[in-house]
């Protein structure tokens, strides 16, 4: 029986000997690639190599890649559903193809991990069709006949569409933006053998079948509003550390598997409770051990909890860790730290320990002190003997911290149980603030870049040329502090202590326009983070990138440059390409920090 360690060594070396160079994995919380906000999968460094630039290392790589995923965090208190995972990856970049990598990927979980060939089930892609009944992409029997080949029989081969079998970043293969890249993929699942009933298949919700590894055949851009194939072929394996080792180990519950399984056993040291008497308590259990550990991943790259961005999914995961410990009768002030502590032996979390607890022990007592008035209120209220109402449980969401799914267990609790009619008010303001809620978090993760269009990447372009020019007019305290990008314009903001003034503001933009005009080169290279930073390229967010960094240099690399920066984003190939930079709008967002926007015109 193989742990998750000898897994991922077993899973690196295998394809090592297939020819893999191994790529350092990425920071969780990646400021150089100012197109998203957390890494959620090992090929998000690689997209611009996928879409063709050599890779320094070669055209084969492999690497394990913690990630956070926050689509499926209302799913995570099931067995299996995680936010925060180790993802294994192989790449074949321009290399091979769909021969080799679905013949690797059995070899791998047969030879090397001893899983059964006979519980294994395999999914591929059936196709895309416009509505007047057009191929746009065909069906996928080249991966079809290769399992078959391999030995999977056609009834444990199943067809699925765009929902199940295609992979973008913005799923939907005809929602897709400009410039972005994606592909039919290839899935493995594990048969736990049980539940069965008659239609079973390897994507129903029954819990017998697990993904363990998908094979993702990045072939399309979209380019011009319709989906063309890529100058290369290339192949992206992802596959979930932890749902491996549930396949080795054929055990059904990702909660008894490696970290999740020592923070399950911390929490029962401090609940009234033990993990498997009760499943409501169960669900306790996994969320906080989902939750506070991939707030401590977050808090270990020196993020703080706060109301935005980073900060915001720190400090919602770390509350509702609270929240689920409340259930779990825990009393014990600094839980969160002394759960966490499991997690010390990873050298980043050991290395950032002060800082961690620190912020569990300030989030949780203050937030504990929120809900403990929110409890009180509740008391009292049925101590006068009022009726609860919906609007006024919903108030215990809105005003004093309760997670909103939770509101009905805990009312549950204390003995209170609505009517028809008043449950109705309560799921009508559920729904309203749901609605809110997407429109507000649309808006707080809208960094970054909107797209990989070509005005997109000019105008990315154009903040490096703004950052330096700020810098040489302001001062080198410049520093930048957050972007967003669309088409039609470009948001920077910066470090300062006031507003521009016009004079200033037409300095920076004289400046960025003379080095459009004299259209100088935009040179990239790859190199370590060490020599980037003592050849003066400009790295805010040093201990957040990882040890190999791309830089991008406006002008001569050695010599007389206008911008040296390291940046994970797409660029133009020379300043002429930009346009005219024209600043239209400055805000003083707070203490030190100026927001300016700008456009490019032709």
Not at 95 to 112: A, G, I, P, V
Not at 209 to 214: A, D, H, P, S, V
Not at 311 to 324: D, E, Q
Not at 527 to 546: Q, T, V, W
Request: hydrophobic residues 35%; aromatic residues 10%.
């Amino acid at each position: 029986m193989a742990s998750v360690d000898e897994i991922r060594k077993k899973y690196l070396d295998f394809f090592k000997k297939k020819g893999h160079k191994e790529i350092s994995p990425a920071p969780l919380v990646l400021e150089g690639d100012p197109t998203t906000l957390f890494t959620s999968a090992g090929m998000q460094p690689l997209i611009p190599y996928l879409k063709g630039e050599k890779h320094p290392l070669g055209m084969r790589l492999c690497d394990s890649q913690p990630s956070l995923r926050l689509q499926d965090i209302e799913e995570v208190g099931d067995n299996r559903h995680t936010t925060f995972f180790e993802m294994l990856g192989n790449w074949s970049l321009g290399d091979y193809f769909k021969e080799e990598q679905l013949s690797w990927c059995l070899e791998f979980f047969t030879k090397e991990l001893g899983i059964k060939k006979e519980k294994l089930w395999v999914s591929v892609f059936e196709g895309l069709k416009d509505k007047s009944g057009k191929e746009i992409v065909p069906r996928d029997e080249a991966s079809y006949n290769i399992w078959l080949k391999l030995g999977i029989p056609k009834e444990r081969i199943f067809f699925y569409g765009p929902q199940k079998n295609w992979w973008s970043r913005s799923g939907d293969p005809e929602l897709m933006p400009e410039g972005e890249i994606g592909g039919p993929d290839s899935e493995v699942f594990y048969d736990f053998g049980k539940p069965q009933h008659p239609g079973c298949h390897p994507n129903c919700d029954c819990g017998r079948f697990l993904e363990i590894g998908n094979s993702v055949f990045i072939q399309y851009e979209k380019k011009n509003g319709k989906l063309v194939e890529l100058p290369q072929k290339n192949v992206d394996f992802g596959g979930g550390l932890e749902r491996i080792a549930m396949a080795v180990l054929s055990q059904n519950d990702i909660f008894k598997i490696g970290t999740l399984k020592d923070l399950v056993s911390k929490i029962e040291e401090v609940s009234a409770f033990h993990y498997g008497d009760e499943e409501k308590k169960d669900k306790s259990f996994r969320i906080v051990a989902d939750h506070l550990r991939a707030a401590v991943n977050i808090l270990a790259e020196g993020v703080y909890p706060a109301n935005k961005l980073h900060g915001y999914v720190a400090r919602r995961l770390i509350r509702k860790s609270v929240f689920h410990l409340y259930f779990l009768g825990v009393k014990k002030n600094n839980a969160l730290s002394f759960i966490a502590a499991s997690l010390k032996g990873q050298e980043k979390i050991s290395k950032n320990w002060g800082f961690i607890e620190e912020n569990l022990n300030l989030e949780e007592a203050k937030f504990k002190q929120i809900m403990e008035k929110g409890v009180r209120k509740l008391d009292k209220i049925i101590s006068e003997g009022n009726k609860v109402d919906g609007k006024m449980a919903f108030d215990l969401y809105q005003n004093d911290g309760f997670p909103l799914e939770l509101t009905l267990e805990f009312l549950g609790q204390r003995g209170i149980s609505f009517d028809k009619k008043a449950e109705e008010v309560f799921r009508s303001e559920f729904e309203k603030h749901k609605e809110l809620s997407r429109k507000t978090a649309a808006r707080i993760f809208k960094g970054g870049l909107a797209d990989h269009s070509f005005e997109v990447t000019k105008l990315h372009t154009a903040t490096h040329l703004i950052h330096s020019a700020l810098r040489k007019v302001l001062g080198e305290s410049v520093s930048q502090k957050g972007s967003n990008i669309t088409s039609e314009r470009l948001r920077f903001d910066f470090s300062f202590d006031r507003k521009l003034t016009d004079e200033e503001i037409n300095k920076v933009e004289k400046m960025v326009n003379e080095v459009i005009k004299r259209g100088l080169p935009v040179v990239f290279e790859e190199k370590p983070l060490d020599e980037a930073i003592s050849e003066g390229a400009l790295h805010f967010f040093a201990e957040r990138y990882g040890k190999t960094v791309k830089v991008y240099t406006v002008g001569d690399p050695r010599g007389e440059y206008f911008s040296k920066e390291v940046c994970g984003g797409p660029h133009v190939k020379n300043t002429k390409e930009i346009g005219r930079v024209k600043i239209i709008k400055q805000e003083k967002l707070g203490a030190g920090v100026i927001r300016i926007y700008a456009v490019a015109k032709s």
